[in-house]
């Protein structure tokens, strides 16, 4: 069996992570994802460079399955070949500012004119609505202006994660919008718009420490690695790395002091619920950073999975490239591009299908590899394109 997507057309205008990851996973249920990019290439093809001409790593991971062109939408004959692709496409995809949309004829008023059924999904930082929709802006921001990155460092030194979530929390959130829109379609005949926004992704990731904040007013300040409603639960060091000890509920609780020897803890006030640990973390921190000082990492691992208790070594990329589980677990799939000294570990797909499973079936395109592929589809021939070549529209 194909994909579930199957059939459907995006027009990928995306850029850097929100966009291109969203227009990724609908190719890897079957969509046919056309990458359209500047003539030039698109800055984030040259992001984290990994080839001697500059082709990026965050390029390589984004934009598999995809056939690329290069167009300049902003000539009179770019904005003819939009508006032919656009009356082939299901999806529009987008993650620019709103003049560029307008500039380019991709804003949702304009592709509705074109195809009344269409989809534009479209992304930015702040949204459609308030005070900040127009203005630019990257995950970080989104992660700051959430109230995550203050809970996440120390006071006085806020630290934001080096993932960034907002970008591709949004990006799967709106490809799920896209599926949901294209179900619609079938049952109404109507396309729509999809909106995704970073603030509003990381205001959902981290809402449920603003919701205790506003009804209980506590200005909880950063802990760093080390939880604040539960606990043990932090980062320690051992004789040679660092793990991850998670310790959550009262059963666990019990079998992480009978593991270190504190059962006189386990009826001592102070660490009486998930709260009051969490409260006293800094105490059974000491504790358990004593404990994994003594062992090495494989040691402290082996004693706490057989007391059961959720813990994990802190690993390098290198390192979790080389896991075992990691490798097993099938989700690098080695992606081939020319002038890569070796294949490129793609992560995804992250979702498994048992009957109509999600793939990775080819590298990114090379910069304007299907662009006269593309034109051709679309009724140019040779000449035409040729002269859209000589003009500099492709």
């Not at 709106?174 to 970073?198: C, H, N, P, S, Y």
Request: glycine content about 10%; hydrophobic content about 40%; proline content about 6%.
């Amino acid at each position: 069996m194909g994909g579930v997507l199957d059939g459907i057309r995006v027009l990928d205008f995306g850029r850097y992570i929100a966009g291109p990851y969203c227009a990724q996973l609908l190719s890897q249920f079957g969509a046919d994802v056309i990458r359209i990019e500047k003539l030039a290439g698109s800055e984030d093809r040259y992001t984290t460079p990994v080839t001697d001409d500059g082709q990026g790593a965050l390029f390589m991971q984004m934009n598999c399955n995809k056939r690329g062109m290069t167009l300049n939408p902003t000539k009179p004959e770019g904005r003819e070949v939009v508006k032919k692709l656009v009356a082939t496409a299901d999806v529009v995809l987008a993650n620019l500012p709103a003049p560029s949309l307008v500039q380019m004829g991709i804003d949702y008023e304009s592709l509705k004119a074109i195809k009344e059924d269409i989809i534009f999904t479209t992304m930015s930082t702040f949204g459609s609505e308030g005070p900040y929709s127009d203005r630019l802006g990257f995950d970080g921001i989104g992660q700051v202006m959430s109230g995550a990155v203050h809970m996440g460092g120390f006071p006085g030194q806020p630290i934001k994660s080096n993932a960034p979530y907002a970008d591709f929390g949004t990006a799967t959130s709106a490809a799920l919008g896209t599926f949901a829109a294209i179900m619609a379609r079938q049952q109404t005949g109507k396309g729509q718009m999809v909106e995704g926004a970073l603030l509003r992704t990381a205001l959902c990731y981290s809402n449920a420490v603003m919701i205790e904040q506003v009804l209980l007013n506590l200005n909880r300040t950063g802990t760093g690695n080390q939880a604040q409603n539960a606990g043990p639960s932090n980062i320690f060091n051992t004789k040679d790395g660092a793990i991850i000890i998670q310790v959550i509920g009262q059963p666990l609780f019990q079998r992480w002091a009978e593991l270190v020897g504190a059962e006189e803890w386990l009826d001592d006030p102070r660490f009486a619920t998930d709260a009051l640990r969490g409260k006293n973390g800094e105490i059974l921190s000491e504790r358990t950073a004593a404990w994994c000082a003594e062992r090495s990492t494989d040691e402290a691992l082996a004693e706490l999975e057989a007391a059961r208790l959720p813990a994990g070594p802190v690993l390098t990329s290198q390192q979790a490239y080389d896991d075992p589980h990691v490798q097993a677990m099938g989700v690098l799939n080695p992606v081939d591009y020319p002038g890569l000294p070796q294949a490129a570990p793609v992560a995804g797909p992250v979702v498994v299908l048992s009957e109509t499973p999600a793939t990775i079936r080819h590298r990114p395109p090379t910069l304007g590899e299907h662009t006269d592929d593309i034109l051709g589809e679309l009724g140019y021939g040779e000449a035409e394109i040729a002269d859209l070549r000589d003009k500099r529209v492709i």
